[in-house]
């Protein structure tokens, strides 16, 4: 299905700046970004019964089911033409991985953030975004100038339901036991090229030129 597209998996803890590394490669090389977060998120807010449903998964920090997800995520990678796809936040576990290569997506690409979980837990309890365009501060590391309100609009900023405490220690526990095993996974896949990043204590600019340089070589 995706012939000679590079398909670069984001994997790490959440929190760990999937979303906004993601967002940086998509800028530089103009490959699509693909947060399955996102298309679920975007799922949720139509009423729906399946939104319903997502919506009490999704708050408990628990995963949703494949047989959801994988179809949603096909759906949108057969939609791009462009020559790259990044995946954020898939596969998030063995059996999703499978799937997607039973799907015929070839992985070429694992870039993996190593974070550590104190940082993760003072990331997204303090994470604010404008929901139209993506944008994320943080209260202490990037206040937006005015409090709750978005520098570039001037709207309100909300915070994920999801990123209160005990729902991120539940969505550590989460990736510990279905996600952190896709690292030697991949690492014994032939053909799949793995590059590991220590991202924690580091700014933002720091770890995007190492993320960058990556695919400049
Ligand atoms: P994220 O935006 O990646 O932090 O994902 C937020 C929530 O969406 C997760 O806690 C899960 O409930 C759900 N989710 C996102 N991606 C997946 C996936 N690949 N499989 C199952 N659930 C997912």
């Known amino acids: 299905m995706t012939d000679q597209k590079r398909v670069i998996v984001l994997l ?18 103009g490959w699509a970004h693909i947060s399955t977060g996102d298309l679920l998120r975007e799922e949720m807010l139509r009423d729906t019964a399946d939104g319903v449903k997502l919506r009490g998964i999704m708050e408990r920090g628990q995963l949703v089911s494949a047989e959801i997800v994988v179809p949603i995520l096909c759906r949108k990678i057969e939609a791009t033409e462009a020559s790259g796809v990044i995946l954020d936040g898939f596969p998030r576990n063995l059996a999703q991985a499978e ?5 015929g997506v070839v ?9 550590e979980d104190d940082e993760v837990i003072s990331r997204l309890s303090g994470r604010w975004i404008h929901k139209p365009s993506g944008r994320v501060y943080h209260e202490v590391n990037n206040p937006p100038k005015v409090s709750g309100i978005d520098d570039v609009t001037g709207e309100q900023l909300v915070k994920r339901s999801d990123d209160s405490r005990d729902v991120i220690a539940k969505r550590l526990d989460v990736y510990r036991s ?15 090229q793995l590059h590991q990043l220590d991202v924690s204590h580091k700014a933002i600019s720091v770890i995007q030129e190492s993320v ?4 400049q070589r």
């Not at 992985?107 to 974070?115: A, E, G, K, R």
């Not at 960058?212 to 695919?215: A, G, K, P, Q, Y």
């Open 12 to 29: 790490g803890k959440p929190g760990a700046g999937k979303g906004t590394q993601g967002a940086a490669l998509s800028k530089a090389f």
């Open 99 to 103: 799937l997607l290569a039973q799907n």
């Open 107 to 115: 992985v070429t690409d694992v870039l993996y953030f190593d974070v």
């Open 178 to 192: 279905e996600t952190q095993p896709l690292l030697s996974y991949y690492e014994g896949l032939k053909g799949v």
């Open 212 to 215: 960058l340089s990556i695919f």
